[in-house]
């Protein structure tokens, strides 16, 4: 028995607009024959431009607050305003995937570049900080592992940063991942990390702890070795999920273990200026954040995503790009801020 759609009469389209199903052609009113051929106009839709702009004629290409600071304040040459001591820097937040790797790539080699010695931590056992700098980062390589674990001296597993004079990076292998098992019988295991920095901070202006997307005993080493937290958050309905119990942690650490631990900056990521819920996330963690969130949003970006497949950060990977533009900014203001501006407690916080 032949299965298939009913054969339509007086050769009209079968329902799903497919040709009739035999041989004969579909019957073409005289009028449609001759009606001219109208060309298809494409809708207009959002595309990634060479320059990586995000196009859009409906909406601003950034949120406001940060268009309003880019017009009044642009990102100033030459060497930035360096700290009177060195500020130890964790970028943590629990969440993956909220560009705390990605922004503490681009915000290190920002400030490199303007005259600052920088050193970045990976404390990830992922390790892409490390391939974003194109660090060496294979099994055996010495790395930070060796550090926490062996008590090596930092200096001698931070590698400088190809093309970015200033900068060094500690990589992570793939032993970190079990480095928090070996960690756990160890004295000390909280400051092994901190003991480590201190003995070189007097070298560097800045240092960046890259934490892992987790609240175990590598980003408690990160936050009792950092003076500051800087917590990226994307510009997404679940950007505050996950973030009292960072906050509280913090608190925890603070009380305990490194009394001098505050939030210093928030970053707002990915942001996307098309989307009214961009927006409203945005103004939700400045109006309860108040001066820790930087004027600067780092929006969405192509450039951004393509950069660490180059080994690259997007500020050598395309300096004109909008993305870099904005870390820029966002690092010019983190240098011209007081490490204790805005600083900020866990209280008052939504659970």
Same mark, same amino acid.
């Given at each position: 028995?032949e299965?298939?759609?009913?054969?339509p009469?007086?050769?009209?389209?079968?329902?799903?607009?497919?040709?009739?199903?035999?041989?004969?052609?579909a019957?073409?009113?005289?009028?449609?024959?001759? %009606?001219?051929? #109208?060309?298809?106009?494409?809708?207009q839709?959002?595309?990634?431009?060479?320059?990586?702009?995000?196009?859009?004629?409906?909406?601003?290409?950034?949120?406001?607050?940060?268009?309003?600071?880019?017009?009044?304040s642009?990102?100033?040459?030459?060497?930035?305003?360096?700290p009177?001591?060195? =500020? $130890?820097?964790?970028? /943590?937040?629990?969440?993956?995937?909220v560009?705390?790797t990605?922004?503490? $790539?681009?915000?290190?080699?920002?400030?490199a @570049?303007?005259?600052?010695?920088?050193?970045?931590v !990976?404390? !990830?056992?992922?390790?892409?900080?490390?391939?974003?700098?194109s660090?060496?980062?294979?099994?055996?390589?010495?790395?930070?592992?060796?550090?926490?674990?062996?008590? =090596?001296?930092?200096?001698?597993?931070?590698?400088?940063v190809?093309?970015?004079?200033?900068?060094?990076? %500690?990589?992570?292998?793939?032993?970190?991942?079990?480095?928090?098992?070996?960690?756990?019988?160890?004295?000390? =295991?909280?400051?092994?990390?901190?003991? *480590?920095?201190?003995?070189?901070?007097?070298?560097?202006?800045?240092?960046?702890?890259?934490?892992?997307?987790?609240?175990?005993?590598?980003?408690?080493? /990160?936050?009792? %070795?950092? =003076?500051? $937290?800087?917590?990226?958050? @994307?510009?997404?309905?679940?950007? &505050?999920?996950?973030?009292?119990?960072?906050?509280?942690?913090?608190?925890?650490?603070?009380?305990?273990?490194?009394?001098?631990?505050?939030?210093?900056?928030?970053? &707002?990521?990915?942001?996307?200026?098309?989307?009214?819920?961009?927006? @409203?996330?945005?103004?939700?963690?400045?109006?309860?954040?108040?001066?820790?969130?930087?004027?600067?949003?780092i929006?969405?970006? $192509?450039?951004i995503?393509?950069?660490?497949?180059y080994? @690259?950060?997007v500020?050598?990977?395309?300096?004109?790009?909008?993305?870099?533009?904005?870390?820029?900014?966002?690092?010019?203001?983190?240098?011209?801020?007081?490490?204790? *501006?805005?600083?900020? #407690?866990?209280?008052?916080?939504?659970?």
């Amino acid at each position: 028995m032949e299965v298939g759609w009913p054969r339509p009469a007086n050769g009209a389209l079968s329902p799903l607009g497919w040709p009739p199903p035999n041989d004969e052609p579909a019957e073409v009113s005289r009028e449609t024959e001759l %009606a001219p051929s #109208t060309p298809a106009v494409e809708p207009q839709v959002s595309r990634e431009t060479e320059d990586d702009e995000l196009v859009d004629i409906t909406e601003p290409a950034t949120d406001p607050a940060t268009a309003a600071a880019a017009a009044t304040s642009p990102v100033p040459t030459g060497t930035w305003p360096l700290p009177t001591g060195p =500020r $130890v820097v964790g970028v /943590a937040n629990q969440k993956g995937g909220v560009g705390k790797t990605t922004s503490t $790539v681009n915000l290190a080699v920002a400030l490199a @570049q303007h005259g600052a010695r920088v050193l970045v931590v !990976d404390l !990830d056992p992922q390790g892409n900080t490390s391939t974003a700098f194109s660090v060496e980062h294979r099994e055996g390589t010495p790395s930070i592992y060796d550090v926490l674990v062996h008590g =090596r001296p930092l200096t001698e597993v931070a590698a400088p940063v190809e093309g970015v004079p200033g900068l060094r990076c %500690a990589p992570a292998t793939i032993d970190l991942a079990g480095a928090e098992i070996e960690l756990v019988s160890m004295v000390a =295991r909280e400051t092994r990390l901190a003991k *480590a920095i201190a003995a070189v901070d007097g070298d560097y202006d800045y240092v960046f702890i890259d934490c892992p997307p987790s609240l175990g005993l590598l980003t408690v080493n /990160a936050l009792v %070795a950092a =003076r500051e $937290v800087l917590i990226p958050i @994307q510009c997404e309905f679940y950007a &505050l999920e996950g973030l009292s119990q960072l906050l509280r942690n913090i608190e925890l650490v603070r009380a305990h273990l490194n009394p001098d631990l505050h939030v210093s900056t928030i970053l &707002l990521t990915m942001f996307d200026a098309r989307t009214r819920l961009a927006e @409203q996330v945005a103004d939700e963690v400045r109006n309860h954040f108040g001066p820790v969130v930087l004027t600067e949003s780092i929006p969405r970006s $192509v450039r951004i995503s393509e950069a660490p497949g180059y080994g @690259q950060s997007v500020m050598t990977y395309d300096p004109a790009s909008r993305g870099a533009r904005a870390y820029a900014q966002a690092a010019y203001e983190l240098a011209s801020r007081p490490a204790t *501006a805005g600083a900020r #407690t866990t209280e008052g916080t939504p659970s």
